[in-house]
């Protein structure tokens, strides 16, 4: 009985310690846990979310401001300021996609201020086309003119819509892999185009495309390259633009917030198949859209 006992207290001697074994590593794992959560939660509240500082030919300078009321800009354009979740304001300027590398100047209140841009090799992509093809009918010339005397006021307004409110990342404004990339230097038959001033979104007909941030739509139409087309005022002279588009969801003057679905997928326009073209522009130079969504 007492051997008995004895073992019985061995077994539960031999059982208790594995056990006591897994608590002390269940306690650790979940204290490991613990702190990665504290310190990931620490992160995401004091996290400085702004868009990707990237001073290339399409990128974009975020430059922290001294003070709220400082006065930008950029080749004699206003700049935007914004206040990320600490309230620091800074100017984020946009750099066209023709800027040259080196020295570029900048104004706060009046005084020249300069930074310094890389150099970024951009894809080519040389196509053959028929000739037809790649120069517009002559009796398209005027319509063009005009579509694109109005794309250029749409991108040159400067608002105060989204003012005060801190940076929030753009969402993505369809669900597709990227076919063209941002700044692609195209060749038609050896002929230099203009570089691919936004994203392709390859995406089938009809898919739904969404605002990516709060804004108002202040231009809409069918235009002759880009097909039906939306541009959507961010504030500030931050401008995006959506083309080739099946269907239009929401008119001149509309308010929109982030995640409502603006229109369907297309492949009005010239192109050759449905996808959506996103252009975001800044201070008026067309910049690479990703900036905005990735953080
Ligand atoms: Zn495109």
Same mark, same amino acid.
């Given at each position: 009985?007492?051997?008995?006992?004895?073992?019985?207290?061995?077994?539960?001697?031999?059982?208790?310690?594995?056990?006591?074994?897994?608590?002390?590593?269940?306690?650790?794992?979940?204290?490991?846990?613990?702190?990665?959560?504290?310190?990931?939660?620490?992160?995401?509240?004091?996290?400085?979310?702004?868009?990707?500082?990237?001073?290339?030919?399409?990128?974009?300078?975020?430059?922290?401001?001294? &003070?709220?009321?400082?006065?930008?800009?950029?080749?004699?354009?206003?700049?935007?300021? /914004?206040?990320?979740?600490?309230?620091?304001?800074?100017?984020?300027?946009?750099?066209?996609?023709?800027?040259?590398?080196?020295?570029?100047?900048?104004?706060?209140?009046?005084? &020249?201020?300069?930074?310094?841009?890389?150099?970024?090799?951009?894809?080519?992509?040389?196509?053959?086309?028929?000739?037809?093809?790649?120069?517009?009918?002559? &009796?398209?010339?005027?319509?063009?003119?005009?579509?694109?005397?109005?794309?250029?006021?749409?991108?040159?307004?400067?608002?105060?819509?989204?003012?005060?409110?801190?940076?929030?990342?753009?969402?993505?404004?369809?669900?597709?892999?990227?076919?063209?990339?941002?700044?692609?230097?195209?060749?038609?038959?050896?002929?230099?185009?203009?570089?691919?001033?936004?994203?392709?979104?390859?995406?089938?007909?009809?898919?739904?495309?969404?605002?990516?941030?709060? @804004?108002?739509?202040?231009?809409?139409?069918?235009?002759?390259?880009? @097909?039906?087309?939306?541009?959507?005022?961010?504030?500030?002279?931050?401008?995006?633009?959506?083309?080739h588009m099946d269907q239009l969801d929401i008119a001149m003057g509309d308010t929109v917030k982030a995640g409502d679905v603006i229109g369907k997928v297309?492949?009005?326009?010239? /192109?050759?198949?449905?996808?959506?073209?996103?252009?975001?522009?800044?201070?008026?130079?067309?910049?690479?859209?990703?900036?905005?969504?990735?953080?």
């Amino acid at each position: 009985m007492k051997e008995n006992q004895r073992n019985l207290k061995s077994i539960k001697l031999e059982m208790a310690l594995p056990l006591l074994t897994i608590f002390h590593a269940s306690i650790l794992v979940l204290f490991t846990l613990f702190s990665f959560s504290m310190i990931s939660h620490a992160d995401t509240e004091n996290e400085t979310l702004l868009p990707i500082d990237s001073r290339i030919p399409g990128g974009i300078a975020v430059i922290p401001l001294k &003070d709220k009321t400082d006065n930008v800009s950029f080749k004699g354009k206003k700049v935007w300021k /914004v206040n990320d979740r600490n309230d620091q304001t800074w100017a984020v300027i946009g750099i066209p996609l023709s800027q040259k590398v080196g020295q570029v100047e900048y104004k706060i209140n009046g005084k &020249d201020f300069s930074f310094s841009i890389k150099d970024k090799a951009y894809r080519e992509q040389h196509l053959t086309v028929k000739r037809k093809h790649s120069n517009p009918p002559a &009796d398209q010339i005027k319509r063009i003119q005009k579509e694109s005397r109005l794309s250029k006021t749409a991108f040159t307004t400067f608002s105060n819509i989204n003012k005060n409110k801190p940076y929030e990342p753009f969402l993505l404004p369809a669900k597709g892999p990227i076919s063209s990339p941002f700044g692609l230097k195209r060749f038609f038959n050896e002929q230099a185009r203009r570089p691919h001033s936004g994203i392709d979104i390859a995406a089938p007909r009809g898919s739904n495309i969404i605002a990516p941030a709060d @804004g108002e739509v202040i231009l809409t139409g069918e235009f002759f390259f880009n @097909g039906n087309s939306i541009f959507i005022d961010h504030g500030q002279g931050l401008i995006t633009m959506y083309c080739h588009m099946d269907q239009l969801d929401i008119a001149m003057g509309d308010t929109v917030k982030a995640g409502d679905v603006i229109g369907k997928v297309g492949s009005t326009g010239r /192109v050759t198949g449905p996808h959506l073209h996103w252009t975001v522009s800044l201070n008026n130079s067309r910049i690479e859209p990703l900036l905005f969504t990735e953080n």
